[in-house]
């Protein structure tokens, strides 16, 4: 079963390296900001695009806009027998800053 953690604990989890943060906000979201080094694939694409993603026991970190698609998406993974999920939910709360483009 997938985690829910913190946002506080997912940013150590980032700092600490050896894991995937996946954000499952649209292309175009995303391209207004996010977090450096995330992998965008949004939630209605996560089940064609599983072979994006590192193997099952890898660790991924979860993220969305309001924690709503993270949710699902953590679940989805879970479902699909990834065994190392951690959903931190939306970005509308994160205060760790975001890479941004123009």
Known sequence: ???KISQDE???MMDGG?????DVRTEDEFALGHIENSVCIPVDELEQRLD?????SARILV??????SSAVAAEYLDKEGYENV????GLLSWRYGYVEWD
């Open 1 to 3: 079963m997938y985690r």
């Open 18 to 22: 050896g894991c995937v943060v996946l």
């Open 63 to 68: 993220c969305c806009r309001s924690g709503r």
């Open 86 to 89: 951690c959903d931190f939910g």
């Open 52 to 56: 994006e993603l590192p193997d099952k």
């Open 10 to 12: 997912a940013k150590r």
